[in-house]
């Protein structure tokens, strides 16, 4: 793959993360201010919770990814021509779940963020551009599958923690994974297909 393609997917998914971080995060919409998000339909993932403490329990992205289509009907009465063309997950364990997931969807020549985490799903209005290549359950590397090929590279041989991934995104048969390295983050390029280190970001 050429240096240059793979500089644009970077772009094209630092453009997105800035949009998208403060829903992902979590911040508090402001008083008295219309939210510009659609909580919509929880659908069944199996688990929201944790028995205790009251901290979402982690999904797998190949369980929750099918929930798309069902998501977007019953917000929108769209029932056709649903694609997904950006992923993202927010603190990855060491089982490659995470406990927020956004997709970069289109639709009818619209587009869209739909958000997964523990208060259901959100429809939030997207104007900027996703990566072109659609994305489809079983086209891609399981998450839990990338991190057991690659252990050695993504840990080394320090014991495993479970917030080390920090974000974990797929774009254009790219896995781009943010580690977090003591005092700095580490950003690793994987083909999303066969979970190979795309060596010149190493």
Same mark, same amino acid.
């Given at each position: 793959? !050429? !240096?240059?393609?793979? %500089?644009?997917?970077? %772009? ?7 949009? @998208? ?13 219309? @939210? ?5 339909? !929880?659908?069944?993932? +199996? ?6 403490? +009251? *901290?979402? =329990? ?21 029932? @056709? ?6 992923? !993202? #997950? ?22 869209? %963020? ?7 799903? *959100?429809?939030?209005?997207?104007? #900027?551009?996703?990566? +072109? *290549? ?14 057991? =090929? ?5 840990? #080394?041989?320090?014991?495993?923690? =479970? ?16 580690? =977090?390295?003591?005092?700095?983050? *580490?950003?690793? %390029?994987?083909?999303?297909?066969? #979970? ?7």
């Amino acid at each position: 793959m !050429r !240096r240059s393609n793979i %500089l644009a997917i970077l %772009l094209t998914l630092v453009i997105i993360w800035l949009v @998208s971080v403060t829903y992902l995060v979590g911040t508090p919409a402001t008083p008295n201010t219309p @939210s510009t998000t659609q909580t919509i339909i !929880r659908p069944d993932v +199996g688990l929201l919770f944790l028995p205790e403490g +009251g *901290q979402p =329990k982690p999904i797998a992205l190949e369980y929750v990814v099918d929930q798309v289509p069902s998501a977007l009907i019953e917000t929108k009465g769209v029932s @056709s021509n649903i694609t997904i063309h950006y992923i !993202r #997950g927010n603190t990855i364990d060491t089982e490659g779940r995470a406990t927020k997931w956004a997709f970069g969807i289109r639709y009818e020549n619209q587009s869209a %963020l739909l958000y997964y985490d523990v208060s259901g799903w *959100q429809w939030i209005p997207w104007q #900027g551009e996703f990566p +072109g *290549q659609e994305i489809r359950n079983g086209s891609f590397i399981p998450p839990k599958d990338l991190i057991r =090929k690659n252990i050695g590279i993504l840990f #080394g041989s320090a014991p495993l923690q =479970k917030d080390q991934i920090q974000l974990l995104e797929l774009g254009n048969g790219i896995y781009t994974v943010t580690l =977090k390295r003591q005092d700095r983050q *580490q950003i690793l %390029l994987f083909d999303a297909t066969t #979970g190979a280190l795309i060596p010149s970001y190493a």
